[in-house]
């Protein structure tokens, strides 16, 4: 199995940024593409961004140009630049990952979530 634990979340004022990490470990033999969503409170879990193992990146047009995924192959994680945050970037982030396991099984496993709250 695989396991994804994040970490950066918390507190920040309107404007600032914040940086998130998703390390994986377990049984991976190759991780194709890892992501970042979110959730907010009534709101449907939503696409952030994510990153393929070439590097192609894609974002959700709420964070286009706020946001920046990046990753380091050999250390099988994740990175989530947020800059110029605002209150509607309040919710949890969730890091995903479509890997491939030794038993060359292949599933999207999910982060624990990590809380970012935008306020003043």
């Known amino acids: 199995q695989v396991q994804l634990v994040e970490s950066g979340g918390g507190l920040v004022q309107p404007g600032g940024s914040l940086r998130l990490s998703c390390a994986a470990s377990?049984?991976?033999?190759?991780?194709?593409?890892m992501g970042w969503y979110r959730q907010a409170p009534g709101k449907q879990r939503e696409l952030v961004a994510t990153i393929s193992r070439g590097g192609s990146t894609g974002y959700g047009d709420s964070v286009k140009g706020r946001f920046t995924i990046s990753r380091d192959n050999a250390k099988n994680t994740v990175y989530l630049q947020m800059n110029s945050l605002k209150p509607e970037d309040t919710a949890v982030y969730y890091c995903n990952a479509r890997a491939t396991t030794y038993d060359l099984e292949s599933n999207d496993y999910w982060g624990q979530g990590t809380q970012v709250t935008v306020s003043s």
């Open positions: 377990g049984s991976i033999f190759r991780i194709v593409t």
